[in-house]
């Protein structure tokens, strides 16, 4: 097992919670699993580590466990995931200080190098600079309209209201939002999301 890293994971949905215990097991941490955010805050003292929430449950959803973490003080980094494509809510729970946003079916991989970026953010807070530039740079490539494109999209704009706002054709926003995600490396709208925070601090 990972020494100190403890993963807790809080999702209502049993067959998701099983499955990601077992991927984070097969790689090497020690996993920990809650059915819900009251749950999970119920216990005394949390192993350090790194917190994976669904945010759409029942009672405590995950961006209010968010938000009660961070009341509490530093508390753990935190991920979390949803079945909706939801840009606002992605915003407002990168806002909030979610490490990341992973929109339902994600690459294990994907998860794995959140959870990663988080317990080094944790152990080194400096290299928060460091992602601060390197979204600078990974978005300077973007031209002036790419970038009026990207502001609407984290804006929580759809494809059509991108277009009606700009006076573009779908089609349009389409070529650019694709030629965005090209550009930036961004495997799709969450990804941009934190990329733009990123890149606004």
Not at 29 to 34: G, K, M, Q, S, V
Not at 79 to 92: E, F, K, N, R, S
Not at 125 to 146: V, W, Y
Request: net charge negative; glycine share 8%.
């Amino acid at each position: 097992m990972t020494s100190g890293r403890t993963i807790h994971v809080v999702d209502d949905d049993e067959a998701m919670r099983d499955s990601l215990v077992v991927l984070l097991e097969d790689a090497g941490y020690e996993a920990r699993a809650y059915a819900s955010a009251e749950e999970l805050l119920a216990c005394s003292a949390l192993e350090p580590g790194c917190v994976v929430s669904d945010i759409r449950m029942p009672g405590m959803d995950g961006l209010a466990l968010l938000k009660k973490l961070r009341a509490q003080g530093d508390g753990p980094p935190l991920i979390l995931i949803t079945g909706h494509g939801d840009i606002p809510l992605a915003v407002a729970a990168m806002k909030a200080g979610a490490v990341d946003f992973l929109e339902k079916p994600f690459e294990a991989e994907a998860l794995l190098a959140a959870i990663e970026g988080g317990l080094r953010q944790r152990a080194h807070p400096s290299s928060q600079g460091e992602d601060i530039e390197a979204a600078r740079r990974r978005l300077e490539s973007l031209t002036s309209r790419e970038r009026e494109v990207l502001e609407r999209l984290v804006a929580g704009e759809s494809n059509k209201e991108v277009a009606r706002t700009l006076g573009v054709s779908h089609r349009t926003v389409e070529f650019h939002r694709a030629h965005i995600l090209e550009k930036t490396g961004a495997k799709g709208l969450p990804d941009l999301v934190r990329l733009w925070l990123a890149a606004s601090t």
